[in-house]
C-alpha cells in the first residue's frame, strides 16, 4: 500500500522539524527565538503541501501564498515546540516507537516495513520520526496549559443537548475559509478583512476552485487541506456556523458569518441525516488476579494462578477464592465481581480473553499488564445507552470546541511573544 495519501493526511503533523542534512545551498530563512528555520525545511514542506493539495483536485497555486501558508506554519509548530521544551515536555526513543509501530500497524506493516516503504518514496525516515514526535509534543503542552481553563458543566451539556433538538441528528460536511483579525483591531482593519472575505465570497460564487482560495487565503487550520472540516454533526458547530447554513443548499455558500477571530466564509458540502439508537453489549465477569511482587516473583504468580485454576476445575467456589487470593482490592471483597462493564472498559489483554468467553465459561489463567488473571464471565446483555453516550458526546464536543477557542488565542498570544526574524532572499520577500 503506497503511503504517499496516508502521509499527506498527517502534513499538519509532519511538518515542523529542522532538516537533519543541510544540503549545500540551505541557509537560515527564519530565526524564531533561539531556534532557526532552514530553506530545505521550507521546501520540503511546500512539496509536502503541494502534493496533499493535488489529492484534493488544486493543481496549482501561486508559490509565493503557499510558502507564506507553509512558512507560517511552521514558525508556529516552532514556536510551540520551544514552549514545550522550556516546560519538560519530553517523549523519548521507546514511546515515541510505540506510536510509530502503530501508524504502521494501521498500514497493515512492521515499523521495519514502515521504514523501508519511507525510503522507497524518497522521504527521510529520521524526519519522519522527529516530526511526529514534534507533533506528540506540541499536543500534550496544549493539553497542559489549555486543559485546566475548560470547564464544562451539566447545565452546558442540558444546553447543548436543547440545541441539538432542535436541529436533530443530521450531519454536514463543510469547506471553509478564515480571514482572520488580530487582537485589538482597529474598526478600519476589521473593515478591510470584511472587505477581503467579501471579494473572495464573490469570486466563489463566480466559480473559483474553494481549495485553491482557501490553500492561498485562509487563515485556518485547515487552509493546507483545502479548507475541508469534514464531517460535523449540526449540534457540533459553533451557533453561528448553524444558522448561517440551516437553509443553504449542498454546493451553496452561507452568508460570511463575523466572529471575534475574524470573517468566515462556508460552503455546504454534503449532507446526511444520523438518528440511531446506540446498544451497547456490556459484560458481567469476575476475576481472581495474582499479581508478582517482592515475596513472589513472576513464576511462583504463575504457579499460584494455575494452582487456583486447578482447584476452580475440582469444583472449589470461586467467590471464596476471590476473597482469599485474589491481589485486586477493587473486587476481591465482592467475590471478584467486576459489575458491568461496556466494550473497551478493560485493559486489552483481559477484554479479548472474556470477549471469548460464553456465560458461565472461565478462562485458563493468562497474564496482563497487571498479572496472572483467571477470569469467568457471568453474564451478558444489551442496553440502549443513547442517552448517555448522548451526555457524553455533548461533553467531549463542548470540550473541544472550547479547547479550539482557547487554543486560538493562546497561540496568537505566543506568537506575539515570539522573536521572529525573516531573512528571506530578495526573490523571496
Request: proline letters at 3%; zero cysteines.
Amino acid at each position: 500500500m503506497p503511503l504517499r495519501p496516508f502521509l499527506l493526511a498527517l502534513f499538519p503533523v509532519l511538518m515542523a522539524l529542522q532538516a537533519h542534512a543541510a544540503t549545500p545551498i540551505d541557509r537560515i530563512i527564519v530565526v524564531v527565538n533561539d531556534g532557526v528555520i532552514l530553506k530545505s525545511e521550507l521546501e520540503s514542506a511546500m512539496a509536502d503541501a503541494r502534493d496533499q493539495l493535488r489529492q484534493r483536485g488544486v493543481q496549482t497555486i501561486p508559490r509565493a501564498e503557499l510558502r507564506d501558508q507553509v512558512l507560517e506554519r511552521l514558525v508556529l509548530t516552532r514556536i510551540q515546540t520551544q514552549r514545550a521544551r522550556e516546560a519538560g515536555i519530553r517523549v523519548d526513543d521507546r514511546e515515541l516507537n510505540d506510536v510509530i509501530s502503530g501508524i504502521a500497524q494501521r498500514n497493515g506493516m512492521t515499523q521495519a516495513e514502515f521504514a523501508r516503504q519511507l525510503r522507497q518514496e524518497g522521504r527521510d525516515y529520521l524526519e519522519v520520526r522527529e516530526r511526529i514526535r514534534d507533533e506528540i509534543i506540541t499536543q500534550r503542552l496544549r493539553q497542559r496549559e489549555l486543559q485546566a481553563r475548560i470547564n464544562i458543566s451539566e447545565d452546558d451539556v442540558d444546553a447543548y443537548l436543547a440545541q441539538e433538538d432542535d436541529v436533530g441528528d443530521s450531519e454536514v460536511r463543510l469547506s471553509h475559509i478564515l480571514i482572520s483579525v488580530g487582537d485589538g483591531a482597529s474598526p478600519e482593519e476589521r473593515q478591510a478583512a470584511r472587505d477581503k472575505a467579501e471579494a473572495i465570497r464573490n469570486q466563489l460564487q463566480e466559480g473559483a476552485d474553494f481549495a485553491a482560495l482557501a490553500a492561498a487565503q485562509s487563515d485556518g487550520q485547515q487552509a493546507l487541506e483545502g479548507g475541508d472540516l469534514g464531517w460535523r454533526r449540526l449540534a457540533e458547530l459553533p451557533p453561528a456556523f448553524a444558522r448561517a447554513i440551516s437553509s443553504v443548499d449542498i454546493g451553496g455558500l452561507a452568508p460570511i458569518v463575523e466572529a471575534t477571530s475574524g470573517y468566515h466564509i462556508l460552503r455546504v458540502e454534503e449532507r446526511r441525516g444520523n438518528s440511531d439508537r446506540q446498544m451497547v453489549t456490556e459484560t458481567r465477569a469476575r476475576h481472581i488476579l495474582i499479581q508478582p511482587d517482592e515475596l513472589m516473583d513472576e513464576e511462583a504468580a504463575r504457579e499460584r494462578a494455575f494452582e487456583l485454576s486447578e482447584r476452580l476445575n475440582e469444583g472449589a467456589d470461586f467467590a471464596e477464592l476471590a476473597r482469599e487470593f485474589s491481589d485486586d482490592p477493587g473486587s476481591k471483597n465482592d467475590g471478584g465481581d467486576l459489575g458491568w462493564q461496556a466494550p473497551g472498559q478493560m485493559v486489552d489483554a483481559f477484554q479479548r480473553q472474556i470477549d471469548a468467553l460464553e456465560p458461565g465459561e472461565r478462562s485458563r489463567p493468562f497474564r496482563s499488564e497487571f498479572g496472572w488473571h483467571i477470569a469467568e464471565v457471568v453474564d451478558r446483555r444489551e442496553r440502549d445507552a443513547t442517552e448517555e453516550l448522548r451526555r457524553q458526546r455533548a461533553r467531549q464536543v463542548i470540550g473541544e470546541r472550547r479547547m479550539q477557542e482557547e487554543y486560538e488565542i493562546w497561540l496568537r498570544r505566543l506568537r506575539d511573544e515570539a522573536y521572529i526574524e525573516y531573512r528571506l532572499g530578495e526573490d523571496e520577500a
